[in-house]
């Protein structure tokens, strides 16, 4: 018998030059290619083209019996494959063969089904409003650059990022595999980190959303503690929200390295919609309780405890493969399993109290709609730009000068809220053609700019009256690479203040909204639906009833009322006035049910 | 009749609406403030035996003019110092319903309740510390319940506090109180809730305690939430003259009645919903337990505190 090698380190060697990472593991042999590319690296007009690659390049792989997959991340891509060692060694071969030449006779194929994987996925909202429309922040939109890509695009996204020297592999198993030899496209030196962009003038910030819950993350020095930190949060939260309170169901928190040095802790609770208030606040108290240093040792030691079990796991060093390979990519050498368990025992409360201190200077909260969390000390997430350009206003319909108004000057587009303050001041949303992250252009003259700071704005030149030429000069002024072309829409939309656009369009969402000082029907169209009140269900029903009762009569008398003792004349006029009184009870219902929504 | 006219024509002395009459504390609390003797008031807060209502010497000194002038910066060198917390928490609410003032919410300007709310929100904030570094500190919860109503946080964030509280304090007099007037419909509650409370307060605390005030409270609550003749009908239903002697028996009509902080206005409940029931003998014994101590509540929603006091007192005497 062979003594085993020691089974949880990770051994650094290359493979045709391509750095890679080996650890010794028993059953089918595991291996990844991890490039240093990922969302972040795209643009807000190029959206997606680093998942459509990745699909390309997994296209010949076909219905393979082994198990592959591919991954795009916010800066690293990774693709993953499990089976026996030739296996193996054709997949990573293929991928790599496929990254020189993408087979681009399934370019539009594979768009459809990106198109398709995006319609089930739900965007995340914290990204957008922390990092703006770039870098990280792209993770939070939806893949709106994969439409207009060109086959010469996708392949110089291919060809620059994809490359020998942008990539790392590892493996886990009994041995290397023989005859592996790999294939990139060459191209420049290593990707340096995407730029870590900022869209939160103040932190602690927060934002309102519709959805229940309470959804915070903050950024952190990446460490051994802050991982802890997370793990203990988890269990605050669980303890004061689930077992304490009642008020939610689950309450959990993860840890995401970025591999730059730091690392975001997300932390979740949801929430019956009757107990968000005590949500929030229980959320709000278990957080003060570790700033104020009230970190539990018992706490402490379980979190330990199950981080040192993965540690010395008999997988242990397979499941950090991935993570070593993305920080090999970024300049960091693997650890060995001593160093990271000597850290991790090292770890007291005081150290736990300090990164909690640090993540309550960077949060971001996502707090239910109709909810803040500026008596908590944090500060509202901007929805408005601080400023509105000059240049030509167009006033939605009447024009009296309540109304929303479009102002496209030489700079920019702003959309100024209905009425200004008292202090002379106007909430506006404006974006720069400068600092244009996209330009959403519709066949029917539509278009949406988005600002790299996240804020939006759609200028409708049918529900604003704006001239063609003066449409033509935001064409023209806003940069090119930043257009996306969409298909005709089935709907143009009216001329809504920017807040009713937020709730009415999902997709997409951004920090648009100005406010509107009045809640009046905008001009120039009909009042956008609003949510229906209790009040107003409870009056559907009853008129709902009521003609429907009067209808059963109308009907009653017209069908039977034509008897020999009363005249055609008198039938007429009471069956007509039957319907009348009917149509009158209906009315009201429709009413409300044509002005709401539920 | 003015204030003079009454107590003039009354054979009594006048009522005492000062706390120090009950408890002679209060004038060394406020000296000590007045010498900003920081240490001596910790020290002799600290020393309160464990149950104590510390909010009643936490209210005397938020009451301090200008205390917060020297609570900022001394907060701002001891930041874990959980009483200068709380204190100086209590003082923020206290100034920002000074700008706010009493008046109905109409008659308040945008400009005022900004004020409010501002300072409200300085006050949350050094309260949140205050809790986060001891969960079981009565006196800071009992501000927060007051800030969640004030910030409008809703019912069940109240309610929670409140039970944070609870966990540690089960009969709280002070913080039951607050959580009644959150409780109530004014504040965005139910008179379902609210009389709920007061019940389970009356029921969960010992016989003899101030607790049972609650029923009274709520009561009086619901009167004046009346009007007209509607008042004198509700005060007038069997159910509601029974629960009141029930809670009264309970506590402040109970042999053992216990006079810990806040009992005058425990007792001064119930001897003014007696009296406005008609029910003069108990009345007098409420008045006579009294003396001539008496809380500005309730007597204010009834109207002019001394001289409601004094009618009621004299009519209760008089017949009972």
Known sequence: MTPLPPPADLYLTEVDGIPTLFAYATGPMRAGLVFRVGVADETLARAGVTHLVEHLALY???????????????????????????EVVAYLQGVCASLVDLPMDRLETEKEILRTEESRREDPQLPLWRYGAQGYGLVGYPEWGVRNLRPDDVRHWAHTHFTHGNAVLWIAGDRMPAGLS?????????????????????????????????????????????????????????????????????????????????ALVTAFADSLPAKQDAVLGGFVDVLAGLQAGRIGQADLEAVRTRADGTLTGHDSA???????????LTGRAPRGVDELRSELWAVTPAHVHAVALEAAGTALMQVPAGHRADWAGYTAAPTSSPYAVTGRRFGAG??????????????????????????????????????????????????????????????????????????????????????????????????????????????????????????????GGEAPAVRRT?????????FGLLSGLFAFVALAFTVFGDDPQTSTGEWVGLSGFLWGVTALLAWPAVRILRRSRR | ??????????????????????????????????????????????????????????????????????????????????????????????????????????????????????????????????????????????????????????????????????????????????LLQQLCPKWSGSWESAHGFARESLLSAPEGAMNGCLVAEVHLEHWLSLKGQEREAYLRQEHVRAEVVEAAERSALHPHFHRG????????????????????????????????????HPWNYLGEPAETFVRHRDAALAKG
């Open chain 1, 318 to 328: 397979v499941r950090r493969l991935p993570g070593a390979a993305e920080d090999l």
């Open chain 1, 60 to 86: 010949r792989q076909g219905l393979a019996d082994y198990h592959f997959n591919g991954a795009t991340k916010a800066a690293f891509t990774h693709f993953h494959v499990e089976g026996a060692e030739h």
């Open chain 2, 1 to 178: 009749m003015s204030q003079a006219a009454a107590a003039a024509s009354s054979s009594l002395p006048p009522p005492d609406f000062e706390r120090a009459s009950a408890f002679p504390e209060v004038t060394w609390l406020r000296n000590a403030a007045a010498a900003r003797d920081w240490a001596s008031i910790r020290q002799y807060i600290d020393g309160l035996p464990f149950g104590t209502d510390r909010s009643f010497a936490v209210v005397v000194l938020a009451e301090v003019d200008g205390i917060e002038e020297w609570l900022r910066p001394l907060v701002a060198a001891a930041p874990d110092d959980v009483l200068a917390l709380t204190v100086l928490g209590s003082r923020e609410v206290d100034i920002g319903w000074e700008i706010r003032t009493s008046a109905r919410a109409e008659h308040v300007s945008k400009a005022q309740f900004a004020g409010l709310h501002a300072h409200l929100r300085q006050a949350e904030q050094l309260l949140i510390r205050a809790t986060a570094l001891d969960p079981s500190y009565d006196a800071a919860w009992v501000e927060r319940i007051t800030t969640a109503m004030g910030l409008q946080l809703g019912q069940n964030e109240a309610r929670r506090r409140y039970d944070r509280l609870a966990k540690h304090h089960p009969h709280h007099l002070s913080a039951q109180r607050r």
């Open chain 1, 398 to 523: 009447r024009g009296d000068g309540n109304a929303p108004a479009l102002v496209i000057g030489d700079d920019g587009v702003s959309l100024t809220a209905a009425a200004a303050a008292k202090d002379g001041t106007q909430e506006a949303a404006t974006v720069l053609y400068r600092s244009c992250a996209a330009v959403l252009s519709w066949p029917d003259g539509g278009r949406r700019l988005i600002g790299t700071d996240g804020i939006m704005v759609d200028v409708e030149p049918g529900a604003y009256g704006v001239d063609a030429h003066t449409m033509a000069s935001i064409d023209v002024a806003v940069p090119p690479d930043a257009v996306i072309r969409l298909p005709p829409r089935p709907q143009q939309p009216k001329a809504q203040s920017a807040r009713s656009q937020s709730q009415t369009q999902t997709q997409s969402q951004t920090q648009t909204q100005v406010q509107p000082q009045s809640a009046g029907a905008p001009a």
């Open chain 2, 261 to 296: 902080y806040g009992w005058v206005g425990a007792q001064s409940s119930f001897a003014a919903v007696f009296s406005l029931m008609g029910d003069l003998p108990r009345a007098a014994a409420c008045f006579r337990a009294l003396g001539n101590l008496a809380s500005e």
């Open chain 1, 182 to 262: 790999l294939k990139l496209p060459e191209g420049g030196p290593r990707r340096p980190m995407p730029a870590v962009t900022s869209a939160l003038p103040h932190s602690p910030a927060y934002f309102s959303d519709g959805r229940g819950g309470v959804l915070l993350d903050a950024v952190v020095g990446d460490s051994v503690a802050a991982r802890l930190y997370a793990g203990v949060l988890e269990r605050e939260l669980s303890r004061a929200l689930r077992q304490e309170g009642g008020y939610s169901y689950t309450a959990a928190t993860d840890y995401t390295s970025r591999r730059d040095g730091h």
């Open chain 1, 534 to 542: 209790g009040r107003q269900t409870a009056a559907v029903v009853v």
